[in-house]
């Protein structure tokens, strides 16, 4: 027999819903002036980054674990300490976030508090540089 409780993967609304929330994560970033920082500090082509953390986290809510069973993927604090990434630029990364979570039609409201939360305390982890003088 086999465990049915629901994931947060699943409570969340399952991959239409994670692939929802990125997809407009990255809407917002290309569209609003506001992210030009981090939109400068990826590459030109955002397709790959979309598929790569609608996948992570896919798999970090419980759900399906492709991202985290493709080699070299592993951690992913350490695969972005490659990118200057400063506290300013982790604020524009987490408020872009909140909103993309928040515009999601449906989803318990806590619950995705707790997910923009959470995530939130990723990306200021992530910080591996001091502002720009
Ligand atoms: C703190 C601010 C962040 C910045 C500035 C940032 C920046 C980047 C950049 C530049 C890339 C490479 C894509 C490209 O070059 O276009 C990337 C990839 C990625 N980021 Fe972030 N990131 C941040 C936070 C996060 C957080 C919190 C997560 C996890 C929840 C995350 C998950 C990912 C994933 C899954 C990929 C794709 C990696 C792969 O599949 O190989 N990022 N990020």
């Known amino acids: 027999m086999s465990d049915t409780s629901p994931t947060p993967f699943d409570l969340v609304g399952g991959k239409p819903a994670v692939d929802a929330i990125v997809g407009r994560f990255y809407d917002l970033i290309e569209s609003d002036p506001d992210y030009a920082g981090l939109r400068a500090v990826h590459g030109p082509d955002l397709g790959p980054v979309r598929e790569g953390l609608a996948s992570y986290i896919t798999g970090w809510?419980?759900?399906?674990?492709?991202?985290?069973?493709?080699?070299g993927k592993g951690c992913i604090m350490s695969l972005h300490n490659g990118f200057a990434i400063t506290t300013d630029i982790?604020?524009?990364?987490?408020?872009?976030?909140?909103?993309?979570?928040?515009?999601?039609?449906?989803?318990?409201?806590?619950?995705?508090?707790?997910?923009?939360?959470?995530?939130?305390?990723?990306?200021?982890?992530?910080?591996?540089?001091?502002?720009?003088?």
Do not use: K
Request: proline share 5%.
């Open 61 to 71: 809510l419980g759900g399906p674990r492709d991202w985290f069973e493709t080699p």
């Open 90 to 133: 982790a604020g524009q990364w987490i408020n872009a976030m909140i909103r993309a979570i928040a515009a999601e039609p449906g989803l318990d409201e806590h619950l995705g508090s707790q997910m923009a939360e959470a995530l939130g305390r990723m990306a200021h982890g992530m910080i591996n540089r001091t502002e720009a003088a």
